[in-house]
């Protein structure tokens, strides 16, 4: 293969991509509830196929070979794709005033007080969620037997980099949760309590800190962030908040739908979820490095627990400062936690595991790491082991990447006008730079800073 077909190729695999992000994008945005997936694959099939791939390690592309394998892995996937995303938008459940559709019943329980209200509407949620679940679940097994078929084998290494960053924060997030989940709720985590995937939720919500976070002032503190470091503009936002549009923050490529779900978790996803779209767009699909959005998220992420941040922005005084920074400490570890116990699951599914087994082994993994009960029919939601490994691998990274601009700027790097060409600098390189020395990185960094701010230090 020469140098003129291989960029013929990542030509191919980049119009596909992009193709598959925006109709992906357009579907959680609530603008098409039943996108048409196979006819795109069909349109660019040598950029998903397994002779491609074949060819690719052939002459020695192995990091393109990994990029059409995937892709080989979607297409096999598509049907099942197709028929979950028009089974979801579709769905709708019976909760406590009647019957709503499925994001609306999510939003509900995310923010109902009443402890049986929101029980209810979490059961007509799961419920709702049962159709699709099954279309997913398909899907995900076609996707892990190509993968199978290309050679493809799971990299039971972040697995293990998972389990370390649970063991590394299950003192601290034990602890606080009770804490919280006491005084909150009146409830206490498993196994000794019968905290809910609902009650947690509920709790991460961080609801007696919305009169902080409002939902008017978001946009204006977020440009007043990016624009100093040469980063406004460069993300679209689609923030219609359609009837079908997805609650939260969703990312794909360089577009992002956002559907307030109220409060500082708005806050904190949203600036997250820029920084992954800006390392999307950073380079074309066939160079992307996964991490590269994932470190940048949680760079722009880690900002709100800055307390001189969230005084200039949100304006939360001194004596708010730490109460405020160790609640959205908790909650970015709930999301730690709960990638590593769901990528786990993941990869036992890319080596054959389904069925019932698939769900009781995600329900236990789920309780593990997060201490509330949770529902069976999720499990095919969390497969995406890919997408976990660069989560928790780009939390790393960004937390290494925040440290070291705190050391070379100052605390308030973020103010420092150097720092935006050095983040220029990173985007215009579209990868992370290799760590320095040989020894590579122990992992969990993001984790234990976390624990740091749950502790009540300074980072």
């Known amino acids: 293969m020469d140098a003129q077909e291989r960029d013929r190729l990542a030509g191919e695999l980049d119009a596909l991509t992009t193709a598959l992000e925006e ?17 795109l694959f069909a349109a660019h099939s040598e950029a998903a196929h397994r ?23 979607g297409r096999a996937a598509a049907a099942g794709e197709e028929a979950w995303r028009a089974a979801e938008a579709a769905a709708r459940g019976r909760g406590p005033d009647g019957e709503a559709p499925l994001a609306t019943l999510e939003l ?9 209200r929101r029980l209810a509407l979490a059961r007509a949620a799961a419920a709702a969620l049962e159709p699709a679940a099954a279309h997913r679940e398909a899907a995900c097994e076609a996707a892990a037997r190509a993968r199978a078929e290309v050679g493809h084998a799971p990299d039971w290494r972040v697995v293990v980099e998972g389990d370390q ?14 804490y919280r989940a006491r005084a909150e709720l009146a409830l206490a985590p498993l196994p000794a309590g019968d905290l809910t995937r609902a009650d947690l939720l509920h709790l991460a919500a961080l609801a007696r800190w919305d009169g902080l976070f409002r939902a008017g002032m978001l946009p204006v503190a977020l440009k007043l962030t990016l624009e100093p470091l040469g980063l406004d503009g460069r993300a679209r936002v689609d923030a219609a908040e359609r009837p079908a549009q997805w609650p939260g923050v969703h990312v794909h490529g360089a577009r992002m739908s956002f559907r307030p779900r109220g409060g500082a978790g708005d806050w904190q996803d949203l600036a997250e979820g820029v920084g992954r779209a800006l390392g999307a767009a950073a380079a074309p699909p066939h160079r992307r490095d996964p991490a590269l959005g994932a470190a940048l998220g949680w760079l722009l992420g880690s900002l709100l627990l800055e307390p001189r941040w969230l005084a200039d922005r949100a304006g939360v005084e001194r004596r708010q400062a730490a109460d405020v920074v160790r ?41 593990g790491a997060t201490g509330a009960r949770w529902e069976g ?15 928790l691998r780009g939390a790393d990274a960004g937390e290494r990447l925040r440290r070291d601009l705190r050391e070379r ?38 984790a234990r800073a976390l624990v740091v701010r749950l502790e009540g230090k300074a980072p």
Do not use: C, I, K, Q
């Not at 109709?23 to 006819?39: I, K, N, V």
């Open 23 to 39: 109709a992906r994008g357009r579907h959680a945005a609530g603008l098409d509830p039943e996108p048409s997936l196979a006819p």
């Open 377 to 391: 029919v999720r499990a095919a939601r969390d497969a995406d082991a890919a997408a976990h490994a660069a989560a």
């Open 327 to 367: 609640d959205l400490a908790l909650r970015r570890l709930l999301a730690l936690r709960a990638r590593a116990g769901a990528l786990r699951v993941a990869t036992e599914v890319e080596r054959g595991l389904s069925g019932a087994r698939w769900r009781e082994a995600y329900v236990e993994a789920m309780e």
């Open 51 to 73: 002779r491609t791939v074949d060819a690719l390690r052939e002459a020695g592309e192995e990091a393109l070979a990994a990029r059409v394998a995937a892709l080989r892995a």
């Open 409 to 446: 700027l100052d605390e308030d790097w973020w103010r420092n006008p150097r720092a935006a060409p050095l983040l220029a600098g990173l985007l215009a390189a579209g990868a992370l730079p290799p760590e320095p020395g040989d020894a590579t990185p122990a992992p969990g960094d993001a």
């Open 165 to 178: 960053l649970l063991a590394a924060s299950d003192d601290a997030w034990r602890d606080v949760l009770a």
């Open 108 to 116: 509900a329980a995310l923010r109902e007080r009443d402890r049986e």
